[in-house]
């Protein structure tokens, strides 16, 4: 695939990054690896394993190829994606799309056969590394639906004994029942999100003079391409998208359970790696109010989806002001049928299989923490 006609606005050659991987779940963390990618370049290439490579490899995904295809393409550093990538980075691959060099975090990744699946652009010098970004991982997020755990929530001061709606409350009891300890399925991490991270993830721009304000609100919980459809739909309403995060215990209130699987800090990230997404107000209330629709800026439609809504705690349409100002829309897109209950139901319904892959990965992880001590304590000895 040539690119010599192309060029950036210096006129040199863009540098092409290829980034590769499953993103299954892709959360920010996954989000935090491709802005890193994309700031070593000038176009990112991001490379999606299918379900049959994923699962010969490394265990089975929660989210179906096709899903996780489009989340990857959802976030706002990916320039293009290539479905059905090799699990096995190869040099084929990178010369096919023009790859300058490509980009991993700073652990080793490993194949069925215990392989570095990036030995080979290794060896040729077309390899670079980013940070990790610690306390988020598929692996621990599973973990947290396996243990139904409420640890990882941002405490506050707002509780609720009500059950997990569209969920069997007795399937999800018996989670924490299995045989494995605690520690192999998850060690419950605790993200916390600086000012940094908030504006690396930012877009950092403003609506301008004439453009049309559109506020949406939720708990954008496992950030899924049901929530990408629905930022899609809502932003043909206007110009500036402007999206309400509920905080966690507002969540919990309404929804109760363990919900919201990931904190408000999380979820906020997620909404914000999103190329559809403008602003985010972090903890908006859960009813929409004459603040929301004015104080941060003037609001000019409120959009919600084609779904039954709960009442707020006080029992009262959370939608009412600005269904009194004639702003209020619903939309339907193509993935109402994907929720973040859908989601733990996938889990729950195959508890089992989950519990051994955690097993599995966790054993994996351990190998692959070896062999990169052992390349370091190489590379260490080699610069003496």
């Known amino acids: ?63 179906k190829e096709d899903e996780r295809y489009a989340a990857v393409a959802a976030c706002k550093w990916a320039d293009e994606v290539v479905k059905d990538a090799p699990y096995v980075t190869t040099m084929e691959t990178l010369d096919k799309y023009d790859i300058d060099f490509v980009v991993h975090g700073d652990d080793i990744t490993t194949a069925a056969d215990g392989t570095d699946c990036y030995q080979h652009v290794k060896d040729a010098g077309r390899y670079k590394e980013c940070k990790r970004t610690v306390g988020i991982s598929t692996t621990e997020l599973v973990g947290r639906m396996l243990l139904v755990t409420r640890d990882h ?18 399937a999800v009891a018996n989670f924490s029942q299995g ?11 605790h993200y916390l999100s600086t000012s940094k991270k908030i504006i690396q993830f930012s877009s950092g721009h403003e609506p301008q003079a004439g453009d049309r304000v559109v506020y949406v609100d939720g708990a954008f919980d496992l950030f899924h391409t049901g929530h990408i459809e629905f930022f899609k739909r809502a932003r043909e309403f206007g110009d500036y998208l402007l999206v309400g995060v509920h905080d966690d215990q507002t969540v919990n209130a309404i929804k109760g359970g363990n919900f919201p699987v990931m904190n408000l800090q999380e979820r906020v990230l997620g909404a914000l790696q999103c190329r559809y997404v403008d602003e985010v107000i972090i903890g908006a209330p859960y009813s929409v109010t004459k603040d929301v629709l004015e104080d941060v800026y003037h609001v000019d439609a409120v959009v919600h989806g084609a779904s039954d ?27 109402l049928d994907l929720t973040t209950t859908v989601i733990i139901e996938r889990i729950i319904a195959n508890r089992q299989v989950y519990i051994e892959r955690q097993a599995r990965k966790a054993k994996k992880a351990v190998s692959e923490a070896e062999q990169e001590q052992r390349e370091k304590e190489v590379r260490a000895a080699l610069h003496m």
Request: aromatic share 6%.
């Open 153 to 170: 929530h941002i405490r506050g001061s707002r509780t609720s004994g009500s059950p997990m709606q569209g969920v069997d409350e007795a």
């Open 1 to 63: 695939m040539a690119q010599d006609k192309v060029t950036t606005k210096d006129g040199r050659k863009p540098i092409r990054v290829w980034v590769d991987g499953c993103f299954d779940m892709m959360h920010f963390g996954h989000a935090n690896a491709l802005r890193q990618a994309r700031a070593m370049g000038d176009y990112l290439i991001v490379g999606v394993h299918s379900d049959e490579e994923v699962e010969r490899n490394k265990g089975p995904c929660v989210m």
């Open 309 to 335: 809504q709960p009442l707020d705690i006080d029992g009262k349409d959370p939608y009412e002001l600005p269904k009194q100002r004639g702003i209020y829309h619903e939309v339907e897109h193509p993935r």
């Open 179 to 189: 045989s494995m300890p605690a520690g192999a399925l998850t060690g419950i991490a």
